[in-house]
C-alpha cells in the first residue's frame, strides 16, 4: 500500500484512491449494504490493510466524508458534532448538501439512499423532503 504517515493513515495517493473507492462504494450499495471487504476490492486491498488504516467502517466513513469536496463547506462542521450518532450527523446535513450537488454527485447517493432507508419521516428530514 505504500507508506504511512505518522498518524497510519495511508500516503496521499494511496489514501485518495482508498476513500474514493469507498465514496463510489457508498454511492452504489449504502452504507448498510457496503462492507470493509467491498472498500478493500474496490481499492484493491486486503480487508487487513484496511483496518490497519481505518480502525471501523464509520471511521472510514468520517474520513471519506472529510476529504470530499464537502470539506470546506458548512456541511463539515455538521460532521463534527459528535453529541449525534454518525447516521443522524449524516442526514442532518442532508438539505445543505443536496444544494451542493454539483460538487460531488456520489455523495448525493449516498446521502438519498440513507433518508429512504428505514427511519421515520418525523426523525429524518431529508427523508421528509423526498416523500
Known amino acids: 500500500m505504500g507508506r504511512a504517515t505518522a498518524a497510519g493513515e495511508p500516503?496521499?495517493?494511496?489514501?485518495?484512491?482508498v476513500l474514493a473507492a469507498a465514496v463510489q462504494c457508498f454511492a452504489e450499495h449504502g452504507l448498510a449494504g457496503t462492507g470493509m471487504r467491498d472498500i478493500a476490492r474496490a481499492a484493491?486491498?486486503?480487508?487487513g490493510t484496511l483496518y490497519h488504516y481505518f480502525a471501523s467502517k464509520d471511521?472510514?466513513?468520517?474520513?471519506?466524508f472529510r476529504w470530499s469536496a464537502f470539506q470546506a463547506s458548512e456541511?463539515?462542521?455538521a460532521m463534527r458534532r459528535s453529541d449525534l450518532p454518525l447516521r443522524e450527523r449524516l442526514l442532518a446535513v442532508g438539505g445543505d448538501f443536496l444544494a451542493a450537488l454539483e460538487r460531488d454527485r456520489s455523495w448525493?447517493?449516498?446521502v438519498i439512499r440513507e433518508a429512504l432507508r428505514d427511519a421515520p419521516?418525523?426523525?429524518n428530514p431529508v427523508r421528509g423532503a423526498l416523500v
Open 11 to 17: 500516503s496521499s495517493n494511496k489514501r485518495d484512491a
Open 44 to 47: 484493491g486491498l486486503t480487508e
Open 59 to 64: 471511521a472510514l466513513i468520517e474520513a471519506a
Open 75 to 77: 456541511l463539515g462542521r
Open 108 to 110: 448525493t447517493r449516498v
Open 121 to 123: 419521516q418525523d426523525r
